[in-house]
């Protein structure tokens, strides 16, 4: 089976650029997050869905984030306008309601690397 | 003050040598505890979970947590190189939320 697939893997973007990262979580999965990683904060969680909704968006830092489920097998987070400190590893993890939500067992695809110069 | 601490390391050690990797944290909310592997330029996947307090050995890999403490371990015998990568610690409560260390960094040496 495919695991979570995101796009792009890369992105080098200069300040001011919208950037639109994309998401397409595993089949039957309805649980989708998204996270953030960096050096000095780690792996932050910015917004989790459920069924398609936005369940939690506390963790987006500003509203120059934004994301969006329109179907069960598709996600974006957009940044606009970007921002040098934007710049991290972006991770979607799906997961679904039971033993894997449960047990805290989310599956994260290989992430997208952003660079805001 | 951080919920989770992890010494983000590094750790280099030589070859089945015995790896010991550990967290701290303050919400005392937290009751199921996590150890997630990522290798480098890759997502993190889930190595064990442990319910509680209490011990959960999986092959080489034994997870410890002391709920009193608030501490939790991981420990890694027999290391190989194929073992080498970013441990991360992660806990939650009753909710979906998911709080992650900073990771610490192993490489097992040949």
């Known amino acids: ?117 | 003050q951080k919920e989770v601490e992890q010494d983000p390391g590094p750790l280099s050690v030589p070859e089945g040598a015995i790896v010991s990797l550990n967290c701290t944290y303050s919400n005392s909310a937290f009751q199921y505890f996590m150890w997630y592997r990522q290798y480098s330029r890759k997502g993190p996947e889930l190595l064990m979970y442990t319910y509680s307090s209490g011990n959960k050995e999986d092959g080489r890999f034994t997870a410890q947590v002391d709920k009193s403490s608030k501490y939790i371990s991981l420990f890694i015998r027999d290391s190989q190189p194929s073992d080498s990568a970013t441990y991360l610690c992660a806990m939650k409560s009753n909710d979906y939320k998911l709080s992650f260390g900073a990771g610490t960094t192993v490489t097992v040496r040949a």
């Open chain 1, 1 to 117: 089976d495919a695991g979570v697939i995101q796009s792009p893997r890369h992105e080098v973007t200069e300040m001011g650029q919208e950037v639109t990262l994309r998401c397409k979580p595993i089949s039957g999965h309805d649980y989708l997050f998204w996270y953030r990683q960096t050096m000095m904060r780690g792996l932050e969680l910015l917004i989790y869905f459920n069924n398609n909704v936005p369940i939690d968006d506390s963790g987006m830092p500003e509203d120059r984030f934004s994301a969006k489920m329109p179907n069960a097998s598709f996600s974006t987070l957009k940044i606009q306008p970007s921002e040098p400190r934007d710049s991290a590893v972006y991770f979607c993890a799906s997961s679904f309601y039971g033993r894997g939500l449960v047990t805290g067992e989310l599956f994260f695809g290989e992430g997208s690397r952003l660079t805001v110069l």
